[in-house]
């Protein structure tokens, strides 16, 4: 078979790193003949052959290209399209949701934008989706979009965006704004001997089951859960002072600059006034998702990091407070320096929900974290953590991953995307750029393939 096994942490520490780049259709083509093609003795030049014939996995390969340089914070997809959420304005784009199509990667048209327009849209969560004619799809997402940027958090309330969407290749893309909902914002500055009473900077939003929606606040790190479907009643149900939002010095590391090569950088997040020079606000409560498996709501932590579950029904029972379920936040990865730290990109493969992965992405490459940008998994049953794949081409600073729906229904593909955010080179995040963007082109969306046998 020809394959590259997903390695643990104790085969990356003996220096045993495997790098496979597969770009366009044809890359795309490898990954399905490579998956179920057996055990051969024979592989492809720059493949590895694995010593069993276990694990698969095939990228990051690039699913769609957008010929310029712009941030990506959030991403999904179904089975034919790919979303690209922009946070921020580029030299040569607004602040939007792109749209391309999966298999083959033709770039169509931008998501329709609310009337009021948007302002920072931040993640994108597919509800539902499915055919449309023979070769289309339609569905529903919401998006989540915080209206200001990081340096003004806490001044404009969050929304919660739900669409329609539908796509066939004789009609093209069409999106539709369905409902507007304003989340409740914090009445005033964070204050840790107060509960806050809203939001001050939503992180990103994760579906639950009975149709809620939980959604993580970077700034305080409470997690809030909506009543129900119509997203018109929302909850804090869970506040640990482990989760809020930490200040902390620049980051270093390596990723692409504006010319495309790999080279170091310096990061500096904005910092809340009061805050002494050279330190930054770096998110808490970060990206959050439902783990079927368990049971769970699974999150990641930015800074100080760390990965954290905790039971579904526990999070949503209001009789308890949220300050007392603390002990019930179980540590999945804790927070070390190059593993669990600095970590923003966090999903669970939803399409088999028999799967014990959770899989998470840090931001930064940097010398903890072996120089690279590293997707992992870690076993929710056996705590057992895995790299998946580890590139500085096409992953830079992922804010967010979203796995993707298998191309067959009785497909045992794992699929994820990762955001390219780029952080340190856009000017909204990175205070030392001093308002100057630096983003590289093409903005690439990456994807990996995990064939769990």
């Not at 539709?176 to 939001?199: A, F, K, V």
């Not at 705590?383 to 096409?394: H, P, Q, R, W």
């Not at 497909?411 to 001093?434: A, F, K």
Request: contains cysteine; negative net charge; charged residues 15%.
């Amino acid at each position: 078979m020809l394959s590259l096994e997903i390695e643990t942490e104790r085969a990356k520490k003996k220096g045993n790193v495997n790098h496979l780049h597969r770009h366009s259709i044809l890359g795309a083509l490898l990954i399905w003949f490579v998956t179920f093609a057996g055990c051969a003795a024979d592989a492809l030049p720059g493949a590895t052959t694995s010593a069993l014939c276990g694990n698969v996995v095939r990228g990051p390969y690039s699913l769609a290209e957008f010929p310029d340089g712009f941030a990506i914070h959030g991403v999904g997809g179904d089975t034919d399209l790919l979303f690209a959420v922009q946070p921020s304005a580029s030299p040569t784009r607004s602040a939007s949701v792109h749209v391309a199509r999966r298999n083959g990667g033709h770039i169509l048209a931008d998501v329709t934008p609310p009337p009021e327009g948007f302002g920072t849209p931040l993640s994108i969560k597919i509800e539902s989706f499915r055919r449309a004619g023979l070769t289309g799809t339609q569905g529903r997402f919401l998006l989540l979009d915080n209206r200001v940027p990081p340096a003004l958090m806490g001044t404009a309330a969050p929304r919660i965006y739900r669409y329609s969407y539908r796509y066939t290749p004789l009609t093209g893309l069409s999106t539709t704004l369905l409902e507007t909902h304003i989340l409740p914002l914090n009445s005033g500055p964070p204050d840790p001997s107060m509960l806050p009473d809203g939001l001050v900077y939503p992180g990103s939003i994760a579906l639950l089951p009975n149709d809620r929606v939980a959604v993580s606040d970077n700034a305080t790190g409470a997690i809030w859960v909506s009543a129900d479907a119509s997203l018109d009643t929302w909850f804090m149900t869970l506040i640990d002072p482990r989760f809020p939002g930490q200040p902390r010095g620049p980051v270093e590391g390596v990723g692409r600059d504006e010319t495309g090569v790999i080279a170091p950088y310096t990061l500096l997040t904005p910092a809340p006034p009061g805050f002494p020079p050279g330190l930054g606000l770096f998110p808490g409560a970060h990206s959050i998702t439902y783990a079927a498996r368990t049971e769970e709501v699974c999150f990641a932590v930015t800074w100080p990091g760390g990965l954290y579950c905790i039971d579904e029904n526990v999070l949503v029972d209001t009789s308890t407070s949220p300050f007392l379920k603390s002990d019930a936040v179980r540590v999945v990865v804790a927070p070390t320096s190059g593993l669990g730290d600095l970590t923003d990109g966090v999903d669970y493969d939803r399409f088999h929900p028999d799967s014990e992965w959770l899989y998470w992405q840090r931001a930064p490459a940097d010398v903890a974290g072996g120089g690279y940008n590293t997707l992992r998994r870690v076993s929710l049953l056996t705590g057992e953590i895995e790299v998946v794949a580890s590139d500085n081409t096409l992953y830079s600073w992922a804010n967010e991953i979203s796995v993707l729906p298998p191309l067959t229904s009785d497909g045992r593909l794992t699929w994820v995307l990762s955001s390219v955010g780029q952080e340190y080179n856009n000017p909204d995040v990175n205070i030392l750029l001093g308002g100057e963007s630096s983003y590289f082109a093409p903005s690439p969306m990456p994807v990996v393939a995990i064939f769990d046998r």
